[in-house]
């Protein structure tokens, strides 16, 4: 996981470790093992995001499930 200037980055290995936490898991996980990079305006809104490099669709409720776990963590 990285995080910079409103862009996070977040390994195969994140996105499966948090799709699979004890007592907090999420089935059926579309992003469970995929990189997935995302931009953010300084206000919030998505500006841009990539699955495995590639613009892919995914469940909007896991993606933003997600991305608000990982921005609320700052390096």
Same mark, same amino acid.
């Given at each position: 996981?990285?995080? +910079? #200037? #409103? +862009?996070?980055?977040?390994?195969?290995?994140?996105?499966? /470790?948090?799709? @699979?936490?004890?007592?907090?898991?999420?089935?059926?996980?579309?992003?469970? *093992? @995929?990189?997935? =990079?995302?931009? =953010?305006?300084? #206000? *919030?809104?998505?500006?841009?995001?990539?699955?495995? *490099?590639?613009? +892919?669709?995914?469940?909007?409720?896991?993606? /933003?499930?997600?991305?608000?776990? =990982?921005? *609320?963590?700052?390096?």
């Amino acid at each position: 996981m990285r995080i +910079k #200037n #409103n +862009k996070i980055w977040l390994s195969a290995r994140d996105t499966y /470790n948090w799709a @699979h936490r004890p007592g907090n898991s999420w089935p059926c996980s579309q992003l469970a *093992g @995929h990189r997935v =990079f995302a931009e =953010f305006a300084d #206000n *919030g809104d998505l500006i841009d995001y990539t699955i495995d *490099g590639r613009y +892919k669709d995914v469940d909007a409720n896991e993606f /933003n499930a997600i991305m608000g776990d =990982f921005r *609320g963590i700052r390096e």
